[in-house]
């Protein structure tokens, strides 16, 4: 496997206003370095305000890194035009209703991407979005529906779908499957692990499930405070744990099973 995404060094200080001047710089994310095979998936995990979501975000571009880069394929992700970025790396959101217009038709959502970042005229974009559409399990017909008409996990499908439209090389999850019924979940996880097998495409899930990280995930990266304190293979993580934290987050109880595929990462 060749080296796809290279973090290197990233932090993330916010300012908050304290009336009309400017505070003191807050620090939500201490540097953080890691790097992501081509078609493997890293699971980032910990407490409530450790750090974990502001990677994710900052990797798909919704936030700026303060100081650091980012490298994918050896190319500064942070100096590419949001056209050639949206290209490369997608994301999925936690609400997956919420993200969607419910005014505008499925195939119209999913024909936006495809309008802004590439080439293609509006019949070879139909083309696609119907390609994608099976591809997520759903049918023709939903080109035409309006998102309330659609389930939960038929809505969280769409999601999903429009972050892979592109074919990026990179799709962001940031807990995008903790509102869904336990047995819509597992369906969904494993819908992501055969696109990810057809695909090549390389995962970033934020995640508080022990059991799903365990299931999909290559490397672990266990963020405490704005801190990273601890990254390896899934495998060694679970097995030799260092850090007490990533013992209780690994090896935590839960209330059901998830139904997943048999078959899990090595």
């Not at 509006?122 to 399990?137: A, C, F, I, N, T």
């Not at 059991?211 to 390896?232: A, Q, T, Y």
């Amino acid at each position: 496997m060749s080296k796809l995404l290279e973090v290197h060094e990233v932090s993330k200080y916010y300012v908050h206003k304290d009336g009309w001047m400017p505070g003191k710089p807050v620090c939500a994310l201490e540097p953080v370095s890691f790097s992501l095979e081509r078609g493997e998936t890293l699971a980032i995990m910990g407490e409530t305000g450790s750090g974990k979501s502001t990677i994710a975000k900052i990797i798909a571009g919704a936030e700026r890194p303060s100081s650091g880069d980012i490298f994918l394929n050896g190319q500064s992700l942070t100096r590419m035009s949001d056209r050639q970025r949206c290209r490369h790396v997608r994301m999925i959101f936690q609400d997956s209703l919420r993200s969607l217009n419910p005014q505008i038709t499925v195939g119209k959502q999913l024909c936006e991407p495809l309008i802004f970042n590439t080439d293609l005229n509006y019949p070879q974009q139909k083309e696609r979005v119907h390609q994608v559409l099976s591809q997520v399990g759903l049918l023709p017909d939903h080109y035409d529906f309006y998102p309330h008409m659609l389930s939960s996990g038929q809505q969280q499908r769409v999601a999903i779908a429009r972050a892979i439209v592109l074919e990026p090389q990179i799709v962001v999850a940031d807990e995008a499957f903790v509102a869904l019924d336990p047995s819509i979940r597992a369906q969904i996880i494993n819908l992501i692990l055969d696109l990810q097998e057809d695909m090549g495409i390389s995962f970033i899930f934020v995640s508080h499930s022990a059991e799903i990280v365990k299931h999909v995930s290559d490397k672990i990266l266990i963020m405490h405070r704005g801190k990273m304190i601890e990254f390896g293979t899934t495998k060694a993580l679970i097995n030799h744990p260092e850090e007490q934290l990533t013992k209780t987050l690994l090896h935590s109880e839960h209330k059901y099973k998830v139904p997943l595929h048999s078959t899990t990462k090595e």
